[in-house]
């Protein structure tokens, strides 16, 4: 019997061969949904803009509501020329001192507010997000995955609260409920009272795209193997189905935030948001309308932050939803 003959070279041949093996190894859904999300390099720009808008609001509300050492209300009459109204210095009063300009007539820097208001606008619209993104979860999935009578009713309550117009209403309560209610007063009322009406009554858009993927999940085969292992109801719901609807969600959040941002900002702009002296982006859009012909560098400043900051959260959320997506190549 002859012993192997040892082929030149095959050892050598094993090593890399081994090493490309791990090289290759398998990667998870959130692994691949990350490399596909690095390489938008438009949506990282996006995210890194919404990080930055993030810590400062984190900072505004501790420097201004913890410390008080934002000089939003800190007037500079002496900036002002007193026959027209309007900075005395060009391009609104921009200066080392005040990097975006001042106010007319009262000279407060324009800097300090659009930092203080920032903390107000993204609280309101995370909020707002999460109370429509929570109650429209659990009634989609309730109405996808039960059918019938359940989700006949609840599609009709979308349908009603779609219907219902909603800056109407909002306006006529913001207008009669007092300055202290529920325990609250002051701008702490405002802001509950704005998160109410833009959480509650925009959960149905929500809820229909759940109830839509839910429709389609639960006829998967993986709920088929749950059911068939006697698996309870909740189980299927709370550990099988949603689950899988992390990806539509956290998309839709991502699209739901700067639409909450510009809704915030409309109600403040119409004066039944958070009251001055408080500033908002909305509140400060408003006060420039009557300025806008002497003084454009008023309503430019308000205006840049919400677009900004709206059109961030924009292309993140589309380069999430192109990084998610399983038929994505």
Same mark, same amino acid.
């Given at each position: 019997m002859t012993a192997p003959m040892d082929v030149p070279g095959a050892a050598a041949r094993a090593v890399p061969e081994a $090493?490309?093996?791990?090289?290759?190894?398998?990667?998870?859904?959130?692994?691949?949904?990350?490399?596909? %999300?690095?390489?938008?390099?438009?949506?990282?720009?996006?995210?890194?803009?919404?990080?930055?808008?993030? $810590?400062?609001?984190?900072?505004? +509300?501790?420097?201004?509501?913890? =410390?008080? $050492?934002?000089? $939003? /209300?800190?007037?500079h009459q002496d900036l002002i020329d007193p026959d027209l109204q309007i900075p005395k210095a060009p391009f609104g009063g921009i200066s080392p001192s005040h990097l975006l300009g001042i106010e007319p007539t009262n000279g407060r820097d324009l800097l300090a507010r659009i930092f203080a208001g920032s903390w107000i606008s993204?609280?309101?619209?995370?909020?707002?997000?999460?109370?429509?993104?929570?109650?429209?979860?659990?009634? +989609?999935?309730?109405?996808?995955?039960f059918g019938g009578w359940v989700d006949t009713l609840i599609s009709r309550l979308m349908d009603v609260f779609l219907a219902f117009p909603l800056l109407v209403f909002a306006l006529a309560l913001a207008g009669v409920v007092p300055d202290r209610a529920f325990g609250l007063s002051?701008?702490? %009322?405002?802001?509950?009272? %704005?998160? =109410?009406?833009?959480?509650?009554?925009?959960?149905?858009?929500?809820?229909?795209?759940?109830? /839509?993927?839910?429709l389609s999940l639960r006829e998967r085969e993986f709920i088929d193997a749950a059911r068939s292992l006697g698996a309870r109801q909740s189980h299927i719901l709370f550990r099988e189905l949603l689950p899988n609807l992390t990806a539509p969600i956290l998309v839709y959040s991502t699209l739901l935030i700067p639409t909450n941002i510009l809704f915030e900002a409309a109600l403040s702009f119409l004066g039944v948001g958070v009251r001055p002296p408080t500033p908002t982006w909305g509140g400060m859009l408003s006060d420039a309308t009557h300025y806008y012909q002497i003084d454009p560098e008023f309503m430019l400043v308000p205006g840049l932050a919400i677009f900004v900051t709206v059109l961030a959260f924009n292309l993140f959320g589309d380069g999430l939803r192109d990084a998610l997506d399983p038929r994505a190549r």
């Open positions: $090493v490309f093996t791990r090289a290759i190894g398998a990667r998870s859904l959130r692994q691949i949904s990350w490399l596909r %999300l690095k390489r938008d390099r438009v949506a990282m720009a996006g995210g890194a803009v919404i990080l930055l808008l993030v $810590v400062t609001a984190i900072l505004a +509300g501790i420097l201004d509501r913890g =410390f008080g $050492v934002i000089p $939003v /209300g800190t007037f993204l609280l309101i619209a995370f909020v707002a997000t999460m109370l429509s993104v929570a109650i429209g979860t659990l009634l +989609g999935v309730l109405a996808g995955y002051g701008d702490l %009322l405002r802001i509950a009272l %704005l998160i =109410f009406i833009i959480g509650f009554f925009n959960w149905p858009y929500v809820g229909r795209i759940i109830r /839509g993927q839910t």
